[in-house]
């Protein structure tokens, strides 16, 4: 079925209350779904509103992605992974044996995630019913197989797994490497329009924020949200937009004066006037261990 190119609105679910973006009438929905879990992961049903169709995205909990889509008569077809790691992709095989769904993810993580039926790769387009239109972008770093998903229409939204956080960035710990997540925040992310809203794979607000205002003390943006952010229901969280996270995001400030001259504190040996790369290699190195 065709995608509708100029469509006009983008519904946002959450647990507790729906934010809306008035404009006509709702073409897409996105349920943020707060698993509860230690590891503090988001999972996300993205709706075709006119027919239903649904895209599971990362579905750990798969008994929450289920039986929301039962209560609110969606239909699953599609499970879609942003990367490998077993808290993404844990809860698989049941919403597909409970749905018929295809697997869709990553065409370089046929090793690591079972069942793929299709393989995804920069630029290809995922349609769910006729309404929906979600661009896959190849975004290693976390993990050299990683996906993120853009919403295409008027209104934009980035489903970015452990790529991007709120006011933070994905490890590199298992599998993926810092020059490639800098790679793909310079030449992808970084270039999305300031209002795209940001849908993160883990709920980790409050403590990047600390993180940001340990390297900047003076981003007021930062600290004022610091208050709220720690009260926050994670049921209900707020959803940043990309030119909220160059103001408070660290990774994404890389030549405030403030954080290089932070930074040569915690590396003597840092260059003068270091480059961008070397400032969020060097960020990323210290968020490692704190």
């Not at 709702?26 to 943020?32: E, L, S």
């Not at 599971?56 to 969606?74: R, S, V, Y």
């Not at 393989?119 to 896959?136: A, C, M, S």
């Amino acid at each position: 079925m065709p995608f509708v190119k100029n469509a006009n609105q983008l519904s946002v679910e959450n647990n507790a209350y729906p934010i809306t973006l008035q404009r006509t009438c709702i073409t897409m929905i996105i349920k943020q779904l707060w698993t509860g879990n230690s590891y503090r992961n988001f999972n996300y049903l993205v709706v075709c509103s006119e027919t239903g169709e649904t895209a599971a995205i990362d579905p750990l909990d798969h008994k929450q992605c289920l039986n929301t889509a039962k209560e609110n008569g969606w239909n699953i077809t599609k499970v879609i992974n942003t990367h490998e790691h077993a808290d993404h992709i844990g809860g698989n095989e049941v919403v597909i044996k409970s749905t018929g769904a295809s697997l869709l993810a990553h065409s370089g993580s046929k090793d690591s995630i079972n069942g793929i039926n299709i393989g995804l790769n920069d630029g290809d387009i995922v349609k769910l019913g006729n309404t929906v239109e979600l661009e896959v972008l190849n975004t290693p770093g976390h993990t050299m197989s990683h996906v993120c998903l853009l919403s295409l229409g008027d209104e934009k939204a980035l489903i970015c797994g452990d790529t991007l956080f709120n006011a933070g960035v994905g490890n590199c710990h298992n599998g993926g490497h810092p020059e490639e997540l800098y790679s793909t925040f310079k030449n992808k992310l970084a270039l999305l329009p300031d209002d795209t809203k940001i849908f993160p794979g883990h709920e980790y607000l409050s403590n990047n924020l600390e993180f940001t205002l340990d390297r900047e003390p003076s981003n007021k943006k930062a600290r004022k949200l610091l208050e709220t952010a720690r009260n926050q229901d994670p049921n209900s969280p707020l959803v940043t937009t990309l030119g909220l996270e160059k103001d408070i995001n660290t990774f994404l400030r890389l030549e405030n004066p403030e954080i290089i001259e932070q930074l040569k504190i915690s590396f003597p040996n840092l260059a003068e006037n270091p480059d961008p790369k070397s400032i969020f290699l060097k960020l990323r190195e210290l968020r490692n261990n704190w």
